[in-house]
Nanobody
Framework: QVQLVESGGGLVQPGGSLRLSCAAS????????MAWFRQAPGEQREWVAS???????TYNDSVKGRFTVSRDNAKNTVYLQMNSLKPEDTAVYYC?????????WGQGTQVTVSS
């Protein structure tokens, strides 16, 4: 019963900030690598950031220095702090966890960066 629920998306002006949350349940959250992906209309889903069980982080170059991924194991929640947002960041953002060969995705949350 793995479940991932994203929230926090919305409309923001260029240069603004948003914090996305991914609430997880149904698995041993603290032991898993978690990741954020995004997908813009007409484009392939793109990896954004990952955080390991020990909170080591990696980022796509397109967001490096602007986005920060973190986790709160006590709350079974992963966050994506997005600063200095650009119109190119507009996409549906998804949380992901993989169990062996099965990937589990949240429903996504829309982020729109526009004037």
């Amino acid at each position: 019963q793995v479940q991932l629920v994203e929230s926090g998306g919305g409309l923001v002006q260029p240069g603004g900030s948003l914090r996305l949350s991914c609430a997880a349940s149904g698995f041993s959250f603290s032991s898993r690598l978690m990741a954020w992906f995004r997908q813009a209309p007409g484009e392939q889903r793109e990896w954004v950031a990952s955080i390991t069980s020990s909170s080591s982080t990696t980022y796509n170059d397109s967001v490096k220095g602007r986005f920060t991924v973190s986790r709160d194991n006590a709350k079974n929640t992963v966050y994506l702090q997005m600063n200095s947002l650009k119109p190119e960041d507009t996409a549906v953002y998804y949380c992901k966890v993989t169990d062996h060969f099965t990937s589990y995705w949240g429903q996504g949350t829309q982020v729109t960066v526009s004037s």
